[in-house]
């Protein structure tokens, strides 16, 4: 079951699902952003800038692409993604 502490409480969910992030398995409610699922496992560094600094969700709303990742195969603002069981995302560093 994946952690509520960083999660709305009481707020209605999916029903809970498995992802996988950078090869590692990551516990998610189906429906949620990606960004969610990944904050909510302690994921904050999403990419990193051309010079190396790292990037994480800065907007959460699809506008600044502080957050791209890859999610199955393609690059996508995190915070836009949708969590849906099976889901496979790398972050993108360097
Ligand atoms: S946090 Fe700004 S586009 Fe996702």
Do not use: H, N
């Not at 907007?59 to 949708?82: F, H, K, L, N, Y």
Request: hydrophobic fraction near 40%.
């Amino acid at each position: 079951m994946p952690t509520d502490s960083l999660r709305i409480a009481g707020a209605a969910r999916g029903k809970a699902v498995t992802i996988t992030v950078d090869g590692r398995a990551v516990e998610a409610f189906a429906g949620e952003s990606v960004a969610t699922a990944l904050w909510a496992d302690g994921i904050r560094r999403l990419r990193s800038s051309p010079g190396g600094g790292p990037r994480g969700m800065f907007c959460g709303m699809g506008i600044c692409q502080e957050c791209v990742v890859e999610v199955d195969g393609a690059t996508v603002p995190s915070c836009q993604a949708r969590v849906a069981e099976g889901l496979v995302v790398r972050l993108r560093q360097g």
